[in-house]
């Protein structure tokens, strides 16, 4: 198991909330922590979590909710986003 | 001026060019089928709305525009599920409106009340909800854009009933300009070098090719570089079955050369594909002593499985022109390659009276031109079509890749007859899958649709019977369908032409007068129960280690040095997961 932690940013649009959690169960990553702000029209969250898979396997595919505009690693990589 | 929202949405589909929209009327989407009455395009009433769903995907892969499809909410809706995750799956670009009850409504449990947004968030790039109709300009506008651009996907639009009855002043939407990504020149040079002193490279075509309309650069890349060049499922027709270069299909029913190549190769160029189970087996035994180039849109399919040496995201078509170089050290590995080929060639002498599945269709594609699109259900029937159809052309082959869905043929081929009217259209079915779409029979009869039909009867769900003959120890579970319908009364009763044949000396008139038959008709052809697919790779087993299964007709060995019986042996015990 890889524990990390990530930070995302995204519209608040339609089940966006739903679409990341999915996507972290799915993808087959344990949710250990989570915090959520709203800043303006966008959410922030922190994400922490365990899995074997490792961090890029999922940040690419947070990256690629349409609704998602960063994911950011604890290590402070930012991850660019690709259309 | 203002105008209801079911009225803008009939304008907004006119506007982004459609032609068809695939469908099926229920309450919450009366509006906009009162709307529809005045539309410029056509709706075709399938009898199923997973009909519809299915249908809108053989259009979007005949013709490569985004294919429509609609529903009412609630049970409309979860019978589109299906054809939305089957258009997910590969890719397909498609649009699926559906109808919501009232906004008020919503979170009520009303009357055909269920949370379709939820239910797909699995099996959509992405999935919008509208509940006010002055969000349709940009909902609509960004639905369209989604579903083709990058990696296509399907898109689908839930729209409350009320948002389709008020009206609104349209304020038009505007999108941003797409930019088209482009591989780094850095890394572009990386990949020319390795290509430069590879001795032994393979490129593996996948659909994206298909998807991004970059058949035209592979086809030039594989004339100037002369590589071994393999295909998935979903990439057949990108480069000719003609082509000296092609060794054919690679995976669980690829061919041995194809196979064979990818596991000796020291450079594989994989293009537009996904490292899928089904073309790899086991895949850490998968070209395993081979550099990897990965060409790609999707920057989520880069690694996923397998660790690239270097990966080129980007327009495909781009990468490949700055890839290519004529290859001068391969002459050695080029022979070897088409060696293979020669003597792994399919033969069609099968003894008996009975019909060869496999041989009618090689005669089929012989008879047939580069247009026709042949469009499969899932089964032995399908892995037939994939080996013995030589496909010329990239969209002529409908095939459900990812989802392996039973019922996708005939829906597919209606599709592909409103995406390419002047086309054939032939569905090749099992006596399984057609009874999962049958009632699509209904919709060639009523708009006097063309589609040809070849039922492959084998009176058993054939390709789960044979992987319980191979890997269940002959324990045959729920696979008889001896009590099959008369298909050729049911094909009648709707109003539909119809033949049986069950001897190999009837095939070729047969087809003729199929081809020839200016209306729908459904061929029904009776073949061997016992008949499998070969070769095969067991699952969880490497590719090169396929089975044969001939033994005594050819007697060709595996990698293992044993024929396909001999290694049946030695999977006693083993499931099939
Ligand atoms: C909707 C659906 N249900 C079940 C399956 C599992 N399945 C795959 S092939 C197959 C048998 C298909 O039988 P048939 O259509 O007669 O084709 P054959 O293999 O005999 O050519 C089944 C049940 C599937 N792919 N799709």
Redesign the interface.
């Known amino acids: 198991m890889i524990n990390f932690t990530i930070y995302i940013e995204a519209k608040i649009q339609?089940?966006i909330v739903?679409?990341i959690l999915?996507t972290v169960r799915?993808r087959g990553y344990q949710l250990r922590g989570m915090e959520l702000a709203v800043h303006g029209a966008a959410y922030s969250m922190t994400l922490t979590l365990a899995g074997t898979r490792g961090e890029?396997?999922l940040v690419?595919?947070l990256?690629?909710l349409?609704d998602v505009e960063s994911v950011t690693s604890q290590s402070e990589v930012k991850y660019a986003k690709?259309? | 001026m203002k105008v209801s929202g079911a009225r803008y949405i009939v304008n907004h589909l006119a506007e982004q060019g459609v032609e068809v929209v695939f469908g099926y009327p229920g309450g919450a989407i009366m509006p906009l089928y009162d709307a529809l009455i005045e539309a410029p395009f056509k709706h075709v009433l399938t009898r199923h709305e997973q009909g519809a769903a299915l249908a809108a995907d053989g259009y979007a892969r005949a013709s490569g525009r985004v294919g429509v499809c609609m529903a009412t909410s609630g049970p409309g809706a979860t019978n589109l599920v299906t054809g939305i995750a089957n258009a997910f799956l590969d890719s397909i670009p498609m649009v699926a409106i559906t109808g919501q009850v009232a906004s008020p409504l919503i979170g009520t449990d009303a009357f055909q009340e269920v949370d379709v947004l939820g239910i797909t968030l699995p099996v959509v790039k992405h999935n919008f909800l509208v509940t006010e109709p002055s969000e349709l300009p940009r909902v609509l506008s960004e639905a369209f854009r989604l579903a083709g651009e990058g990696r296509p996907g399907p898109v689908l639009v839930d729209i409350a009933k009320d948002a389709m009855i008020n009206e609104f002043e349209v304020v038009p939407h505007h999108l941003p300009e797409d930019r088209a990504e482009i591989a780094s020149q850095s890394t572009l040079e990386r990949a020319r070098q390795l290509l430069a002193e590879a001795k032994k490279p393979v490129l593996y075509c996948g659909g994206g090719i298909v998807l991004s309309e970059s058949t035209e650069a592979v086809r030039r890349f594989v004339d100037i570089t002369q590589i071994p060049t393999v295909s998935t499922l979903k990439a057949l027709g990108v480069v000719p079955a003609s082509h000296p270069m092609w060794l054919g299909m690679l995976g669980m029913h690829g061919t041995k050369q194809a196979n064979f190549a990818v596991h000796d190769c020291d450079l594989l160029i994989c293009v537009g594909a996904r490292f899928d189970d089904r073309a790899t087996g086991k895949l850490a035994e998968f070209a395993a002593n081979a550099s990897i180039i990965h060409l790609d849109i999707d920057p989520a399919e880069i690694n996923k499985l397998k660790q690239t040496t270097i990966s080129l995201i980007g327009d495909l078509a781009d990468s490949l022109s700055r890839l290519q170089m004529p290859l001068h050290n391969i002459d050695e590995w080029r022979e070897e390659c088409l060696e293979n080929k020669m003597q792994h060639a399919w033969r069609y002498d099968a003894p008996g009276k009975g019909i060869y599945a496999p041989k009618l269709l090689n005669q089929l594609s012989q008879m047939c031109d580069s247009q026709t699109h042949i469009s499969c259900d899932v089964g032995q029937h399908q892995m037939w079509v994939a080996q013995h159809y030589r496909f010329s052309q990239p969209r002529q082959h409908l095939t459900s890749g990812g989802l392996g869905t039973m019922g996708y043929g005939l829906p597919a081929a209606i599709g592909a007859k409103y995406a390419n009217p002047e086309a054939h259209s032939i569905v090749v079915s099992g006596d399984g899958s057609i009874m999962m779409n049958i009632q699509e029979l209904a919709t060639l009869k009523r708009y006097g649709i063309p589609v040809k039909i070849i039922l492959f009867d084998n009176q058993v769900l054939g390709m789960v019977r044979q992987w319980q003959e191979l890997f269940f120890a002959e324990r045959y579970s729920e696979i008889d369908l001896s009590d099959n319908p008369e298909f050729t009364q049911v094909a009648q009763a709707f109003g539909i032409k119809a033949r049986y044949i069950d001897r190999a000396d009837q095939v070729e008139e047969a087809l003729e007068a199929l081809l020839a038959e200016p209306e729908a008709m459904l061929l029904h052809v009776k073949i061997d129960a016992k008949e499998n697919v070969w070769p095969l790779v067991p699952p969880g087993k490497a590719n090169a280690a396929m089975l044969d299964g001939k033994k005594g007709l050819d007697g060709e060995k595996g990698l293992d040095g044993k024929n396909g019986l001999d290694a049946k042996k030695g999977l006693d015990g083993e499931n099939a997961a």
Do not use: F, I, L, W
Request: hydrophobic residues 20%.
């Open positions: 339609d089940a739903e679409r999915r799915h890029p396997y690419k595919q990256e690629k349409v690709t259309a």
